[in-house]
C-alpha cells in the first residue's frame, strides 16, 4: 500500500524551529510533487509548501515565505519542511499529500493522490 508517513512536530515557543519529515514508500517517488498542508482548530485546511521531486522547483504560501523551507532527499524518499521562526498562528496539524505529475503548479487547488497522516505543531507565545 502506498504510505505518507509525517513524523516531527511538537510543542515549541514561538521563534522556535522544527522540521517535519514525510517519509513515503511504494510509489515513484521521483514522479510526484510532494505538498505540505495544515488544518488549525476550526479553519480549513490550507496548503503551505510543495516541491516538485522532478525538477526540484518549489512553491510556498505568503505567510511562511521566508520562515519556511521544504526539500527533497530522493534516496531517502523523504520531503522535509524545515520551519523557523515560528508563530502561534502556525499552530496546526500538518498533512504531507503526493501528486502525480510533479508539478507544484496550482498544487494547492488540485486534488492529491495520496494523504499522509497529520502530525501536529504547537507554537506557544
Known amino acids: 500500500d502506498v504510505q505518507l508517513q509525517a513524523s516531527g512536530g511538537g510543542l515549541v515557543q514561538a521563534g522556535g524551529s522544527l522540521r517535519l519529515s514525510c517519509a513515503a514508500s511504494?510509489?515513484?517517488?521521483?514522479?510526484?510533487?510532494i505538498g505540505w498542508f495544515r488544518q488549525a482548530p476550526g479553519k480549513e485546511r490550507e496548503g503551505v509548501s510543495c516541491?516538485?521531486?522532478?525538477?526540484?522547483?518549489?512553491s510556498y504560501i505568503d505567510s511562511v515565505k521566508g520562515r519556511f523551507t521544504i526539500s527533497s532527499d530522493i534516496a531517502k524518499r523523504t520531503v522535509y519542511l524545515q520551519m523557523n521562526s515560528l508563530k502561534p498562528e502556525d499552530t496546526a496539524v500538518y498533512y504531507c499529500a503526493s501528486r502525480w505529475p510533479p508539478s507544484c503548479r496550482h498544487y494547492f487547488a488540485l486534488k492529491m493522490d495520496y494523504w499522509g497522516k497529520g502530525t501536529l505543531v504547537t507554537v506557544s507565545s
Open positions: 516541491i516538485s521531486n522532478m525538477n526540484g522547483n518549489t
Open positions: 511504494e510509489f515513484s517517488f521521483d514522479d510526484y510533487a
